[in-house]
T-cell receptor, first 115, second 112 residues
Framework: EAQVTQNPRYLITVTGKKLTVTCSQN?????MSWYRQDPGLGLRQIYY???????DKGDVPEGYKVSRKEKRNFPLILESPSPNQTSLYFC??????????????FGQGTRLTVV | KQEVTQIPAALSVPEGENLVLNCSFT??????LQWFRQDPGKGLTSLLL?????REQTSGRLNASLDKSSGRSTLYIAASQPGDSATYLC???????????FGTGTSLTVIP
């Protein structure tokens, strides 16, 4: 079954404690991206990757890092989480980039709370 | 910067009614527009993708239209069912096609 898998689904952490949210897709998609969803603000893009070792900033990249060492994985790293990063996070992937982009597939979401 | 707006924010209709959800965007230089549904506690499910060269797409009871020049898209749902209750989001891609901008969604409730 084609899917995007995020882990963990729920996470409560303390300010400043580094954490990683994993994202994996089994569709051999080139493009992967991360979003955060906040009430009244909708989904906002954090980072995206067009292929292995190729990443770029989205709308709200501050406080986040990503890496793309393998095509299937795109982890989101919070080096020093702060309470304003409490949010619902989604990972997505799709085949192709730029002009060739197709429909996007989303993971189930990770609800992060930073206290 | 691209701004995407969805009106209304919430909508409640009786079962069987046809309905239209609206999405507007400020920058007409888009590559495609995609409609999603989001159920509580779950991820986003893709409904329809319209490329910038297309005017509409259909899937079952759903029909999405795109008017790039006016910066508008509509999602038409025919013969609504309680199972259609969800939040509907539209997203546009622009720039190199790799940046996505989402609307804040329309929460739909279909009353049996």
């Amino acid at each position: 079954e084609a899917q995007v898998t995020q882990n963990p689904r729920y996470l409560i952490t303390v300010t400043g404690k580094k954490l990683t949210v994993t994202c994996s897709q089994n569709m051999n998609h080139e493009y992967m991206s991360w979003y955060r969803q906040d009430p009244g603000l909708g989904l906002r893009q954090i980072y995206y990757s067009m292929n292995v070792e190729v990443t770029d900033k989205g709308d709200v990249p501050e406080g986040y890092k990503v890496s793309r060492k393998e095509k299937r994985n795109f982890p989101l790293i919070l080096e020093s989480p702060s309470p304003n990063q409490t949010s619902l996070y989604f990972c997505a992937s799709r085949e192709g980039t730029g002009y060739m982009n197709t429909e996007a597939f989303f993971g189930q979401g990770t609800r992060l709370t930073v206290v | 910067k691209q701004e995407v707006t969805q009106i209304p924010a919430a909508l409640s209709v009786p079962e069987g009614e046809n309905l239209v959800l609206n999405c507007s965007f400020t920058d007409s230089a888009i590559y495609n527009l995609q409609w999603f549904r989001q159920d509580p506690g779950k991820g986003l499910t893709s409904l329809l993708l319209i490329q910038s060269s297309q005017r509409e797409q259909t899937s079952g009871r759903l029909n999405a239209s795109l008017d790039k020049s006016s910066g508008r898209s509509t999602l038409y749902i025919a013969a609504s069912q309680p199972g259609d209750s969800a939040t509907y989001l539209c997203a546009v891609s622009r720039g190199t096609g790799n940046q996505f901008y989402f609307g804040t969604g329309t929460s739909l409730t279909v009353i049996p």
